[in-house]
């Protein structure tokens, strides 16, 4: 090459999309594949179902049976009035608000059972997704985590009495065992099923029963030392700290990790970017709510706390609920009205009655959507957007805070009235739906473009083919 000549030069800095993709999509392979996360998106698994009826109890309470509520009070249908004929404090003292409150107790004693112990709960399934990854008995897992969460919760309950703070020893608060403890209710079951589960690799330590004794027996005698040793560990970390009188392990962690990450989930950016992320993993053929699971150890204590009106949080399971999925209406929407395609029309068609039950897989598999450079960006961008209006709307109190969780298959307008407990909910996700048709809009006439250049390709084909016959 000639000395002189001048090589080309390399442009620095510009982003390509593939060298993003290269890294992040490894890395959320990874993050699906690993089983400590495994353990922790199963173990919320297992405990959703009873959030879920508890949260329908809540609801029926709320909005039903509440004389002041959407159904019977007088912001709502106003059906109290309508069935007693009273009003205002003779409404108050009557005996069907008597009856409604009775009727409430059902309710909430269910919810106290279940969302109020959500900590406990979640202690028993995540022992038990631990025990089973590190090849111990579940039982075993179950029992050590649920034992060693209790040795280090706090054996009593303070409470006011007029002036006079009074203490009663050997209980529990319901503060303790809810969502106050989601993050010590992990660590110490991980910590104590892990250390159980090493200790039982040590053969010196296992008690080896007569082969005629029957298995659950045996079993349970080889536990028995290092169950022993877990045990008493945690119970000399819960004595110590009471000894020199440091806060019990629940405040420590909840003041120190679970007070800061729920305040960080509840910000605006890791909102925006955790729905941007798992929309963009499902473009690649990757289960985005899989990948993301893990994260909702951190939106659950914001959402049980709504549904118990001791918080104030927007960004819980019912505002996601509303307003995630209601994007693939917007997708079949703006395909009927605008798409010349019969490809698409037809999935669309097909794939309508999943979207009203927020099933996506029909569309993003059909159309396609996944690897669609076409359709790529409002499948991300309509989903940040919805939860930006819903957001902003509940920030400037257009609408209330979401309380309840609802299953996610509960169709549109009907997740918003149940999660939320207000008409104004209804409408914004009307509008988002609408908006939501508005982004996609421009990308379905672009597609009829594609389509039609792919007509005329064909055409020109099949004339070239036939010029040359």
């Known amino acids: 090459m000639d000395k002189n000549s001048k090589e080309p030069k390399k442009k620095k800095g510009k ?28 173990a919320f698994a297992d405990t959703m179902s009873y959030i879920i009826i508890a949260s329908m109890f809540g609801i029926i309470n709320w909005v039903v049976l509440d004389p002041n509520g959407i159904v019977m009070g007088v912001q709502g249908l106003n059906l109290g009035k309508l069935f007693t004929g009273l009003t205002g404090d003779a409404y108050a003292a009557s005996s069907f608000v008597k009856t409604l409150g009775n009727a409430q107790y059902l309710g909430n004693i269910i919810i106290n059972a279940s969302l109020k112990i959500y900590s406990l709960l979640l202690v028993i399934a995540f022992g038990r997704e631990i025990a089973k990854m ?7 897992g179950t029992f050590i985590a649920t034992i060693s969460f209790l040795i280090v919760t706090p054996q009593f309950v303070n409470f006011q009495n007029g002036k006079a703070m009074l203490k009663i020893d050997n209980a529990f608060s319901f503060d303790n065992l809810g969502t106050n403890a989601t993050i010590t209710a992990m660590l110490i079951s991980f910590f104590s099923v892990w250390m159980f589960a090493k200790l039982m690799k040590v053969k010196h330590l296992r008690i080896n029963m007569p082969k005629t004794v029957p298995p659950a027996v045996s079993d349970a005698f080889a536990a028995m030392l290092p169950s022993f040793i877990t045990i008493t560990a945690m119970g000399l970390i819960a004595a110590v700290l009471h000894w020199f009188s440091i806060p019990a392990i629940n405040d420590l962690i909840y003041k120190v990790l679970q007070v800061p990450l729920v305040g960080a989930a509840q910000s605006w950016a890791f909102n925006i970017l955790s729905t941007a992320l798992q929309q963009f993993f499902w473009l690649f053929g990757i289960n985005g709510q899989n990948v993301l699971a893990p994260l909702s150890v951190l939106s659950t204590p914001p959402t049980l706390a709504n549904q118990a009106g001791t918080g104030h ?6 505002l996601f609920s509303a307003s995630q999925a209601i994007h693939n209406l917007g997708m079949v929407g703006a395909i009927f009205l605008f798409s010349k395609r ?8 097909l794939g309508a009655p999943a979207a009203i039950f927020n099933i996506g897989e029909p569309l993003l598999f059909g159309i396609p959507v996944m690897l669609n450079p076409i359709m790529m960006f409002p499948y991300v961008f309509a989903p940040v957007m919805n939860l930006i209006v819903f957001g902003l709307a509940v920030q400037f109190h257009l609408t209330p805070v979401f309380r309840y969780m609802v299953p996610w298959t509960t169709p549109p307008i009907l997740n918003a009235l149940l999660g939320n407990g207000s008409i104004s909910a209804v409408v914004i996700q009307l509008l988002c739906i609408a908006m939501d048709v508005a982004i996609y809009t421009p990308f379905v006439r672009l597609g009829n473009k594609q389509y039609d250049m792919q007509i005329k390709d064909e055409e020109k084909k099949e004339l070239e083919k036939a010029a040359n016959a």
């Open 134 to 140: 590190w090849d111990v008995r579940p039982v075993d």
């Open 313 to 318: 949080f927007i960004f819980v399971a019912g």
């Open 15 to 42: 982003f390509k999309f593939g060298n993003f993709t290269d890294v992040l999509l490894p890395i959320a392979q990874k993050a699906s594949e690993n089983k400590v996360l495994i353990c922790i998106r199963d």
């Open 342 to 349: 019969p490809d698409w029309k037809t999935v669309a068609k």
